[in-house]
């Protein structure tokens, strides 16, 4: 066998010829134009190509794989081993650290090897067919077991020391800044007191831009905000070194706010790395200016051997993009007066406290009533209709035999529902709702009793009259009440629901077998007492079990630290691996991650086999390969 080098037109002949790749990136079409490729590796047996590798540079640091593969008549002999082993060996010439790429989420064999060779999941890319989904897998070339990059943003965690508050304000700062971030950005988070140290990691790691986060920053809006989305979108094609808010203090210098600093790492390498400068001290009382700053500076102020290189390459600082800038509310604070209130209100006692419009920052206030809210609404509330979507249980997991033995889900809309059409169900089914919500739970027994499985709509409006307001919380879209529904959007919202069923008549059916199962109603708040429903537990096979986000909600999120809830999200699926290890499992993380398709026992032993933190949360378990039943 001899590896040599190729030219791209031998890897696509090869990549045409291969049955696992069922026309990757449609490269029998005419009009697709040919890959860009930086280094391809060709096997040959007795001067005939067999195998190839071959990809391109990602980042400065990361070399990412487009396709590689070996001939079917040519396996088995060691010749995909040696076509990495020669370019793992060339990458290291190059400088590279890490090696990135991708496979079909159908694609079990692939997906097992390389998570048996020492890759783990970066990113996935999403197709809206489960099976289509794209895993995307890094490794480090030098050391196994080290952080591996996520994509083209990463969030650095400023160790920020406060004017005002001891450490446990700090810690608790701390933790809702990282829970609120996980609303919408499940990547790496990079945490250091020195903003230098932060970009350097960043740098290193290979991503493209870093965002900067201090102590007490919330990423307000994240249930709605894509957060590297309209940051890379904004970035892209853009020639700047930082963005955020300029610091002119009383006139007398200039530098940038380190709270909501985004740095292009790739001007930032090339600009040999500028140190940031002074230690940050938040929150800084500053003025931005309207327009981006080109000078000129006067006295040193924190951040100015950045704006200092900015400026220098000719790149104007400006403020960050609106609808990114306008979703970080700092609720750090900036006296004693205002540590000591924040102290008052964490946890529980938020709920029995009178917010006033003098005692903490516009921002902060803002954000403190929302959580007030749910804090004091939470455990009383009815969810109608689905927040989430249905795309984790639109197929049985690998391994599933219909029909649902048992279902386990929380009181909460619809979702039970599919769930049993796409898993399927009998007369011997078992359904168990669960809640910490009496209400909740109410609810769904009114639902069995009365709804006939037509019109939606109606039947809440109805539900409106039998569980009124002010005895429960109804949780619905855009903050609106009973009161202030629009039911047009709800018309809207069934609609999509009956389309998706295939029409009317075959939810009216389908709920009719439902209403027939027998149904146990349990209160049990997960976070406190798992006891509940853990005693009704079975372990008989092919049973599952739908937690939703119970583990990261704004309620949990802001009685529990991150530390906290990780314990508790620990015990309990510890304790239903013991007891129902066989159970199939749907629902969030205590990081918001997805868990889905795994038993019990599966999910079990893979978490306590490797390290979990909140700054690198694990996404390998949402991503088992999904079936046709």
């Given amino acids: 066998m001899k590896i040599r080098a190729g030219s791209v037109q031998e890897a696509v002949d090869l990549a045409k010829r291969m049955p696992d790749f069922s026309n990757p990136y449609n490269l029998n079409a005419p009009e697709t134009p040919p890959p860009q490729l930086d280094h391809i590796l060709i096997a040959e047996i007795d001067g005939t190509p067999v195998g190839f590798r071959a990809g391109s540079r990602h980042a400065p640091d990361t070399f990412a794989v487009w396709l590689a593969g070996v001939l079917p008549a040519y396996r088995r002999r060691g010749i995909g081993g040696a076509l990495y082993r020669a370019q793992k060996s060339w ?51 030098l050391h196994r077991d080290s952080p591996m990059i996520a994509g083209p943003l990463v969030v650095g965690l400023l160790r920020t020391r406060l004017h005002d508050g001891g450490r446990d304000l700090q810690s608790w700062l701390r933790s809702l800044t990282i829970s609120w971030l996980r609303f919408k950005y499940s990547g790496r988070i990079i945490e250091d007191s020195s903003v230098d140290e932060i970009l350097n990691q960043a740098s290193q790691a290979g991503y493209r831009y870093c965002l900067i986060l201090g102590y007490g920053t919330i990423v307000s809006h994240a249930w709605k905000l894509n957060l590297a989305g309209p940051i890379e979108k904004w970035a892209n094609g853009r020639d700047f070194l930082a963005a955020g808010a300029v610091i002119q203090q009383n006139g007398a210098g200039s530098g940038i706010q380190p709270d909501g600093l985004l740095v292009n790492l790739a001007w930032y390498a090339k600009l040999s790395r500028p140190q940031y400068d002074e230690p940050a001290r938040l929150p800084v009382e500053t003025t931005v200016p309207s327009e981006p700053h080109n000078g000129p500076l006067e006295r040193r102020l924190p951040g100015r051997g950045l704006l200092d290189a900015s400026l220098a390459a000719g790149f104007p600082v400006g403020p960050l993009p609106a609808e990114i800038g306008e979703c970080l509310l700092n609720i750090a604070p900036r006296n004693a007066t205002e540590a000591n209130r924040l102290t008052e209100l964490s946890g529980p006692a938020i709920a029995t406290n009178e917010l006033t419009d003098d005692e903490l920052s516009e921002g902060a206030l803002k954000f403190l009533r929302v959580i007030q809210k749910q804090v004091r609404n939470s455990r009383r509330g009815i969810f109608v209709w689905n927040f989430e979507q249905y795309d984790n249980v639109n197929r049985p997991p690998t391994g599933f035999k219909p029909p649902i033995a048992t279902l386990y889900g929380v009181a909460a809309g619809l979702k039970t529902n599919w769930i049993l059409k796409t898993h399927g169900f009998d007369d011997n089914t078992r359904l168990v709702y669960f809640d910490y919500s009496p209400q909740a739970l109410e609810f769904k027994r009114v639902l069995h009793a009365e709804w006939d499985g037509r019109n939606y709509p109606d039947f809440v409006r109805n539900l409106f009259q039998k569980i009124r307001p002010g005895d429960a919380f109804y949780q619905l879209w855009g903050g609106v009440t009973p009161e202030t529904i629009d039911w047009k959007t709800a018309e809207d919202a069934w609609a999509n629901e009956v389309t998706r069923w295939g029409g009317e008549s075959a939810i009216e059916q389908h709920w009719q077998r439902i209403r027939t199962l027998p149904v146990e109603y349990v209160e049990c708040n997960l976070l406190q007492d798992r006891e509940p429903l853990l005693d009704r537990l079975d372990d008989r096979p092919n049973s599952a079990i739908w937690w939703s986000n119970v583990f990261f909600t704004f309620y949990s999120n802001w009685h529990y630290a991150t530390v906290e809830r990780r314990k508790i999200f620990e015990d309990f699926v510890r304790d239903l691996a013991k007891r129902s290890p066989r159970i199939f499992m749907y629902g969030n993380d205590c990081n918001n991650i997805s868990v889905d398709g795994m038993t019990a026992g599966e999910y079990w032993h893979s978490y306590s086999q490797a390290a979990e933190s909140e700054l690198e949360p694990r996404m390998l378990r949402s991503l088992l390969p999904i079936t046709d039943p």
């Fill in 91 to 141: 990458l290291q010439t190059q400088g590279y650290r890490f090696l990135r790429t991708h496979v079909r989420n159908s694609n079990r064999v692939m997906l097992n090897i390389l998570i048996k060779n020492g890759y783990r999941v970066v990113d996935v890319v999403r197709y809206g067919d489960i099976d289509r989904n794209k895993v995307v897998f890094a490794k480090d070339l």
